[in-house]
């Protein structure tokens, strides 16, 4: 849409192993500012993975990520702090501050990076959470608030800065359509309200259309189909037809067996592996 | 061992550089944490202190009744706990409790995510979480120590006025005239360095974790040994160089 727009983000040939396994296997794209991305494909494709080498924290194999102009996979840990201020990022599990209540949690980047008065970070604190449906949860602890709340005060964090750039690893799972409803309404409003640029992993196909001005589907570590809303809606592909309209059968294998799923799958090899199984045979 | 190493540059970073960059710490959470690692830890320091010092005059007791000595028990109990017992139990009592608190802390905060999500939000984490543990535990594991001394000595104090032939008055005077200031010196020395030891070593530990709650347990104990370890270690190596070179 924007196609004209700045580049914020580009990736380049991205790879990325665990072991024989890759997980990425040279994945390439560009975001432009104002621009929402939505990133979609089966659980354990290597959704997370990928926002996490957009990120900078973790190093891929080979490839190159580039944000806002500037190489950040070589980066050293002072260089990319100073990129880390201009985006904010909801992680797949909220990832709040046990230790902190809600609003600290909420309040912790202002603290860090801002030399606002307590009260100014006070207010703040109360309107981001306002924008996620939270009002008068300052005072909980995460252990207190359900999942889908812990996501959006994670959202609120994220949204903290007022960042250019959102990273949001699905913001709205474990959300009642509601809600979802004003995740999405409000991801929207700053996209179009601030030209702000996000990218969105979702496996809600509602949400996802509703957002989205460009989609990627991933599958077998690569590329399974990218385009508009409309493109992907009307993809030829299978695989993408499968997976938009949630059908069982079609050609992504739904049942691996156990074999099938360990060569797929890195696994860790474990120490001792072989003693182990002789003490079951044994016991057993 | 490298992880180790480079978390020590990192907190002298934060300690000595990064102050003058104009990037000072905070205070608040060190108060914090010296509530959390010292202040928690005193009831049992005291427990320790007080039976270490009531054992230590009952042996001297022992001892030199033999000799005709028993004079020379108090400077026996105020010897052993301000050079030895006093920074090694105490330094054990604070590994098990405080050390091993900070390791499993840290490491769940690795596993949950938390470390990353500081790390995303350019908030380093040894400067927001390790730093003020140091400072906490670099004055509380001394103060405790000294804490600790008092207190054994009123053990011995209580075996001496109540069992044996000694006035509150003689007591203090021989075990004062015993001691020499280097004598608590060396015993804050070793308690210094034995800080930095458990607290790096359990903090290591923690922001080291892999694979989930079961990683956490883990590590924890790893670093509770790899601490008693590398105190006990320490203490052999300082008594060397403080009391047996000169
Ligand atoms: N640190 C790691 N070590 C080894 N393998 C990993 C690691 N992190 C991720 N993987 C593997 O990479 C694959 C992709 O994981 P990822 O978390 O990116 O999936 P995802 O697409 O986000 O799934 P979901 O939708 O369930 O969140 C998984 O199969 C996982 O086993
Ligand atoms: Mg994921």
């Given at each position: 849409?924007?196609?004209?727009?700045?580049?914020?983000?580009?990736v380049n040939h991205l790879v990325r192993r665990f072991?024989?396994?890759a997980v990425l296997d040279d994945i390439s794209?560009?975001?432009?500012?104002?621009?929402?991305?939505?990133?979609?494909?089966?659980?354990?494709?290597g959704?997370?993975t990928l926002?996490?080498h957009?990120?900078?924290?973790?190093k891929p194999t080979s490839g190159s990520?580039?944000?806002?102009?500037?190489?950040?996979t070589?980066?050293?840990?002072?260089?990319?702090?100073?990129?880390?201020?201009?985006?904010?990022?909801?992680?797949?599990?909220?990832?709040?501050?046990?230790?902190?209540?809600?609003?600290?949690?909420?309040?912790?980047?202002?603290?860090?990076?801002?030399?606002?008065?307590?009260?100014?970070?006070?207010?703040?604190?109360?309107?981001?959470?306002?924008?996620?449906?939270?009002?008068?949860?300052?005072?909980?602890?995460?252990?207190?608030?359900?999942?889908?709340?812990?996501?959006?005060?994670?959202?609120?964090?994220?949204?903290?800065?007022?960042?250019?750039?959102?990273?949001?690893?699905?913001?709205?799972?474990?959300?009642?359509?509601?809600?979802?409803?004003?995740?999405?309404?409000?991801?929207?409003?700053?996209?179009?309200?601030?030209?702000?640029?996000?990218?969105?992993?979702?496996?809600?196909?509602?949400?996802?259309?509703?957002?989205?001005?460009?989609?990627?589907?991933?599958?077998?570590g690569s590329?399974?189909?990218?385009?508009?809303?409309?493109?992907?809606?009307?993809?030829?592909?299978?695989?993408?037809?499968?997976?938009?309209?949630?059908?069982?059968?079609?050609?992504?294998?739904?049942?691996?067996?156990?074999?099938?799923?360990?060569?797929?799958?890195?696994?860790?090899?474990?120490?001792?592996?072989?003693?182990?199984?002789?003490?079951?045979?044994?016991?057993? | 061992?490298?992880?180790?190493?480079?978390?020590?540059?990192?907190?002298?970073?934060?300690?000595?550089?990064?102050?003058?960059?104009?990037?000072?710490?905070?205070?608040?959470?060190?108060?914090?944490?010296?509530?959390?690692?010292?202040?928690?830890?005193?009831?049992?320091?005291?427990?320790?202190?007080?039976?270490?010092?009531?054992?230590?005059?009952?042996?001297?007791?022992?001892?030199?009744?033999?000799?005709?000595?028993?004079?020379?028990?108090?400077?026996?109990?105020?010897?052993?706990?301000?050079?030895?017992?006093?920074?090694?139990?105490?330094?054990?009592?604070?590994?098990?409790?405080?050390?091993?608190?900070?390791?499993?802390?840290?490491?769940?905060?690795?596993?949950?995510?938390?470390?990353?999500?500081?790390?995303?939000?350019?908030?380093?984490?040894?400067?927001?979480?390790?730093?003020?543990?140091?400072?906490?535990?670099?004055?509380?594991?001394?103060?405790?120590?000294?804490?600790?001394?008092?207190?054994?000595?009123?053990?011995?104090?209580?075996?001496?006025?109540?069992?044996?032939?000694?006035?509150?008055?003689?007591?203090?005077?021989?075990?004062?005239?015993?001691?020499?200031?280097?004598?608590?010196?060396?015993?804050?020395?070793?308690?210094?360095?034995?800080?930095?030891?458990?607290?790096?070593?359990?903090?290591?530990?923690?922001?080291?974790?892999?694979?989930?709650?079961?990683?956490?347990?883990?590590?924890?104990?790893?670093?509770?040994?790899?601490?008693?370890?590398?105190?006990?270690?320490?203490?052999?190596?300082?008594?060397?160089?403080?009391?047996?070179?000169?």
């Open positions: 849409m924007n196609a004209n727009g700045e580049t914020i983000i580009e072991g024989d396994r794209f560009n975001v432009h500012r104002g621009d929402t991305l939505v990133i979609m494909g089966g659980s354990g494709c959704k997370s926002l996490r957009m990120i900078g924290s973790m990520v580039k944000l806002f102009g500037e190489e950040v070589g980066m050293s840990e002072r260089e990319i702090e100073r990129v880390r201020l201009r985006f904010g990022m909801l992680f797949q599990s909220g990832a709040l501050l046990a230790s902190l209540t809600v609003g600290e949690n909420v309040a912790l980047p202002l603290l860090q990076h801002t030399d606002k008065s307590p009260d100014q970070i006070e207010e703040i604190v109360k309107q981001k959470l306002q924008m996620v449906g939270l009002t008068g949860f300052e005072d909980l602890r995460p252990d207190e608030i359900s999942g889908g709340m812990k996501k959006r005060v994670g959202l609120a964090r994220a949204l903290a800065l007022d960042p250019e750039l959102l990273f949001s690893d699905e913001p709205t799972s474990g959300l009642d359509p509601i809600m979802t409803a004003v995740v999405d309404e409000l991801t929207l409003n700053l996209t179009k309200g601030t030209h702000m640029t996000a990218v969105v992993v979702s496996h809600d196909m509602t949400s996802a259309f509703r957002i989205a001005t460009r989609m990627i589907m991933l599958g077998h590329i399974v189909a990218q385009g508009t809303p409309d493109e992907i809606r009307n993809s030829p592909n299978p695989e993408v037809q499968q997976f938009i309209h949630g059908k069982p059968d079609g050609p992504i294998p739904l049942n691996l067996s156990q074999d099938e799923h360990e060569h797929h799958q890195y696994v860790k090899p474990r120490p001792f592996a072989w003693a182990r199984g002789r003490f079951h045979g044994r016991t057993r | 061992m490298k992880n180790y190493l480079l978390l020590n540059l990192s907190i002298l970073y934060w300690i000595f550089i990064a102050p003058f960059k104009g990037q000072f710490f905070k205070i608040a959470p060190i108060f914090r944490q010296m509530v959390f690692i010292g202040v928690r830890a005193a009831p049992m320091v005291a427990l320790t202190a007080f039976s270490v010092g009531v054992t230590l005059a009952m042996q001297a007791a022992h001892s030199l009744e033999s000799l005709g000595a028993q004079i020379y028990i108090p400077d026996l109990v105020m010897l052993t706990l301000l050079r030895e017992m006093g920074p090694v139990l105490i330094a054990v009592i604070v590994i098990g409790r405080s050390g091993s608190a900070v390791a499993a802390e840290l490491g769940t905060m690795k596993v949950s995510e938390e470390i990353e999500a500081l790390e995303v939000m350019a908030i380093n984490p040894v400067q927001y979480l390790v730093v003020p543990r140091v400072f906490a535990m670099l004055v509380m594991l001394p103060a405790l120590t000294i804490f600790g001394n008092y207190i054994g000595i009123l053990g011995g104090w209580a075996v001496c006025r109540y069992a044996l032939d000694f006035n509150t008055a003689g007591y203090v005077l021989r075990a004062l005239e015993s001691a020499e200031t280097w004598d608590l010196y060396s015993g804050m020395i070793k308690s210094v360095v034995f800080a930095w030891l458990i607290i790096t070593i359990a903090c290591n530990a923690g922001l080291n974790v892999e694979g989930g709650a079961e990683g956490v347990g883990q590590s924890t104990t790893a670093s509770v040994v790899e601490s008693l370890l590398a105190m006990l270690v320490m203490n052999a190596i300082l008594t060397g160089i403080f009391f047996f070179s000169a």
